[in-house]
C-alpha cells in the first residue's frame, strides 16, 4: 500500500539555521507524484511543491528547495536561513492510483518551530 | 487562490444529530475530497468525488456519506454524529483533466460533537 512517513514530528530551530524535513514514501506504482503542503498556525493548507517520479531534478524557489532521491524513495524540503515565518506543519504527499482510485496519501506532518 | 468555500466554517452540535457540511467551488475542477485533521493522524481522507454523481470512499468513510449533484458542490453528511467526529474538515478540489494536478484546499470547518 502506499504511504507516507514523516519521521520528525516536531522540529525547533533558531532563526537563521537551515532545516531539512524528510519524507519517505513507498509505492509500487511506476509513475506517480509527490507533493509538499504547509499548514501555519491560522490553519489553511498552503501548496508549496508538485514533482512527477521522472522528474529528479532538485527544485529551488528562494529559500526552498527540495531533494527528490528516486533510490532512496526520499523527497526531502530544506528551508535555508530559516524565519520566524516558516512556523508551520509541513506535510508530504504521495499520489495512489491502486485499485484504480485517484487520491493522494498524506504523512502525519512535521511541526517546525522557529525560534527568534 | 483556488475558488473553494466551505460552510458552516465552526458548527457545534449533540451527538445523535444530522450534520451537512458544505463545498463549493469556483474553479470547475472535475475533482473533489473531503478529509478530516487530527492530532497524531494529520490528513485522512474521507471520500471523493471524480465527477458528478461518481463518488469513492476514503480511509476513513464510515459514518460519513457524500453527494454530488452538480459540478461545483460536494457536500459531505454525517447521518447521526458521535463525538468521534469532532475535526476539523477540509475539502480540496484539483484536475480540470488528470487527478494529479494540484489539490487546492478550503479554509475547513471545526466541528465539534457534544
Known amino acids: 500500500a502506499q504511504k507516507v512517513t514523516q519521521a520528525q514530528t516536531e522540529i525547533s530551530v533558531v532563526e537563521k539555521e537551515d532545516v531539512t524535513l524528510d519524507c519517505v514514501y513507498e509505492?509500487?506504482?511506476?509513475?506517480?507524484?509527490l507533493f509538499w503542503y504547509k499548514q501555519p498556525p491560522s490553519g489553511e493548507l498552503v501548496f508549496l511543491i508538485r514533482r512527477n517520479s521522472f522528474d529528479e531534478q532538485n527544485e529551488i524557489s528562494g529559500r526552498y528547495s527540495w531533494n527528490f532521491q528516486k533510490s532512496t524513495s526520499s523527497f526531502n524540503f530544506t528551508i535555508t536561513a530559516s524565519q520566524v515565518v516558516d512556523s508551520a506543519v509541513y506535510f508530504c504527499?504521495?499520489?495512489?492510483?491502486?485499485?484504480?482510485?485517484?487520491?493522494?496519501?498524506f504523512g502525519k506532518g512535521t511541526k517546525l518551530t522557529v525560534n527568534p | 487562490d483556488a475558488g473553494i468555500t466551505q460552510s458552516p466554517r465552526h458548527k457545534v452540535t449533540e451527538t445523535g444529530t444530522p450534520v451537512t457540511l458544505r463545498c463549493h467551488q469556483t474553479e470547475n475542477h472535475r475533482y473533489m475530497y473531503w478529509y478530516r485533521q487530527d492530532p497524531g493522524h494529520g490528513l485522512r481522507l474521507i471520500h471523493y468525488s471524480y465527477g458528478v454523481k461518481d463518488t469513492d470512499k476514503g480511509e476513513v468513510s464510515d459514518g460519513y456519506s457524500v453527494s454530488r449533484s452538480k459540478t461545483e458542490d460536494f457536500l459531505l453528511t454525517l447521518e447521526s454524529a458521535t463525538s468521534s467526529q469532532t475535526s476539523v474538515y477540509f475539502c480540496?478540489?484539483?484536475?480540470?483533466?488528470?487527478?494529479?494536478?494540484?489539490?487546492?484546499f478550503g479554509p475547513g470547518t471545526r466541528l465539534l460533537v457534544l
Open positions: 509505492t509500487r506504482d511506476t509513475t506517480y507524484y
Open positions: 480540496a478540489i484539483s484536475g480540470r483533466g488528470s487527478a494529479w494536478e494540484t489539490q487546492y
Open positions: 504527499a504521495l499520489s495512489d492510483s491502486q485499485d484504480g482510485s485517484e487520491k493522494l496519501v
